[in-house]
């Protein structure tokens, strides 16, 4: 199984400050990496796949880099509806797709 | 605009099997283009995918899962189910049931989740 980790665990950042959150992967992913946002008592939202295409309807402060195994999720200018819990998930065909502790952000 | 909403059992006994189903709406389940998956997520903590059905009812699990889990389809209903056997209390998570492309799976739709308990 392929195991993703998340860093860090939380994150605290100030409105209109840039956010970044990193996803490590155990092993090569490819580009086969997306990105959730969960709010509380919501299920999971996609923000990002093939590691940096933004779903419909994402706005364009967030961005998605990264290949291999080193994956980063940045968004550039925190917003009061983005502070919530962002989850990285690995779809490379390998069994099972598995996802990230993921990493809280919080306002500081 | 696709939607789908999982129905069940808030409480499991141990030692039972949890069953859920999914019902989608704004698109069909049998059309091929996509796969049907369940995922789930303790109290607190990170996601779990289970399993998921998709081209022709062809399934996938979870290896260590494999053992209790069965994902199956109702096409005329446009339900999808999930069965869980022998449960204990690691099994009680908000489960959700997801939707993605065949073959780069990623969850573009997503229930709102339903909590289910295994207690006695």
């Known amino acids: 199984e392929i195991v993703m980790t998340q860093s860090p665990a939380t994150l605290s950042v100030s409105p209109g400050e840039r956010a970044t959150l990193s996803c490590r992967a155990s092993q090569s992913v490819r580009s086969y990496l997306a990105w959730y946002q969960q709010k509380p008592g919501q299920a999971p939202r996609l923000l990002m796949y093939g590691a940096s295409t933004r779903a419909t309807g994402i706005p364009a402060r967030f961005s998605g880099s990264g290949s291999g195994t080193e994956f980063t999720l940045t968004i550039s200018s925190l917003q009061s509806e983005d502070f919530a819990v962002y989850f990285c998930q690995q779809y490379n065909n390998w069994l099972p797709y598995s996802f990230g502790q993921g990493t809280k952000l919080e306002i500081k | 605009q696709v939607q789908l909403q999982e129905s069940g059992p808030g409480l499991v006994k141990p030692s039972q099997t949890l069953s859920l189903t999914c019902t989608v709406s704004g698109g069909s389940i049998s059309s091929g283009n996509y796969s049907w998956s369940w995922i789930r997520q303790p109290a607190g903590k990170g996601l779990e995918w289970i399993g998921r059905i998709y081209i022709r009812g062809y399934t996938n699990y979870k290896p260590s899962l494999k053992s209790r889990v069965t994902v199956s389809e109702d096409r005329s209903k446009n339900q999808f189910s999930l069965k869980l056997t022998s449960v204990t209390a690691e099994d009680t998570a908000v489960y959700y049931c997801?939707?993605?492309?065949?073959?780069?799976?990623?969850?573009?739709?997503w229930g709102p989740g339903t909590l289910v308990t295994v207690s006695s």
């Open positions: 997801a939707r993605s492309d065949p073959f780069t799976v990623f969850f573009d739709y």
